[in-house]
């Protein structure tokens, strides 16, 4: 028994090598955590809330936050404030996007809509409504009260007062021509404070700022103009296809233009041209824009689609 | 020690002798791996089910699936599928759910780490046999890998309709299953009746 034994082979003994690196897998799954906490908690934008009149359209844990096409960010949660008059949304901001929440940020809900002269945010028809912002500079700020529309195209410009006796189908947006050209808009509309005239909000382009000059003369472009003469016979004019439906002002500067106006410029807004106005052609020079600015000019309104 | 074994794989009778610590034995001919018993046992089945559990946290927390449907960003974790499941009135396959995925993981990974840690307190022996009686009962239910599968299959077959995504949670949820499944196999059933002689040769 004892000679067979010692035939039989031996099997080989080798150290293990894993029990080393065994300790490793529980340490590399703590660092895994702790590298998941770092992220959400260490490297986490902040946790904005913005109070809107209605989160109409937008859905806890699903809608986004969006600045120039790009998602910034995410609805966590909605919550009607303790008035009731409002309803707080909570936005975690992307760390890349920490700079949006600023004072002078202005937030709002990009919805479809469909106006006279402008169809904007047709995209959220398919994928949604989302917030988009437009970026503030003030002093760092958790807390925002949301706009209910897009705010004014941040586009400097020269913003004139139009005094007229009715308003005929002027109305936000409706377009302001030089020369049938679209140099600015109309902002908004109101009856004055003793109700006698119509005080109409414009603001002209900065570019086109210098053809408004005291003496200018603006009148009321919109609709159809009807001329029926004795000999002249039947004569129709209007502005352009969209001044049809949303009424537009055109306005005409003498040959002898006198001083530019500054902001809050007050004019008459007359019902109808005179043949004459429609002759001046003065030589003023534009002011250029900086390269970056035009893109901001175009209309309408990009910052909303 | 001295004796004979036979090598599973090959079959080849061989002697050997006694076998040290943390070594493994191997087959003269064929070179494989002779196992008398699993190697580190204790250990082992200790260090996974510790990993299996640090990251059965963030696997539960974070998202498994973020599907973007005209529009909406939807992140789902385990247990807001388990919500909807119930809010659709499928209480069976909610509980069902609950129990494969959420339940019996935690159990198990508790109870080994239970077990291996307390190994070498005799007092609590009777314990220890419960407790693996218990792991016993839930293992057929403890199907993590099911889940895991369903979230592939909506991935592919979902790919035309929405876009489906593993969420953040999806790499430690897969790394907990692989680890719930590594702790299992290490461990030795026979550590819990063994010898105090025989536990510090085995363990």
Redesign the interface.
Known sequence: MNEKMNDLPKAKIEKSRLSLFLWLIPIAAALLCAWYLGRDFLFAGPTITIHFQSAEGLQEQTSLLQYRGVTVGAVEALTLAKDRQSVAVKVKLDASAANLAREGSVFWIVRPEIKLGSVTGLRTIVLGDYITVQPGQGARTNFFMGAENAPIAPIKALAIELHSVKLDALQAQSPIFYRGIQVGEVLDCRLSDDAREVVVHARIDEQYAPLVRVNSKFWNAGGINFHLGLFSGAKLSAESAQTLLSGGIAFATPPDAQNAVSNGAVFMLNEKSEPAWEKWSPVIPLRSLPEAQTNHTAWPNLSTN | MDK??ACQTCG??????E??K????????C?FQ?LHRR??SR??TL??S???L??Y??SNL?PIVTADY??????TTVFQGIRALFQHQQYFIGSLVFCTSILTPALKIIGLIFISLTLNRTYWKKTRTWIFKVIRIIDPWNMLEVFLLAICVSMVELGEVAAVHPG?GV??FA?TVV?TLLATLSFDSRLLWDSPAEKRHYE
């Open positions: 004979l074994v080849l009778v061989q002697e050997v002798d076998v040290p943390d070594s493994v034995i191997k087959c003269a001919r070179h002779i190697l580190n250990a082992r260090a996974f510790l990993a299996a640090i990251l946290f963030p974070y005209q529009g909406q960003h939807i992140q953040r790499f430690s790394a680890l």
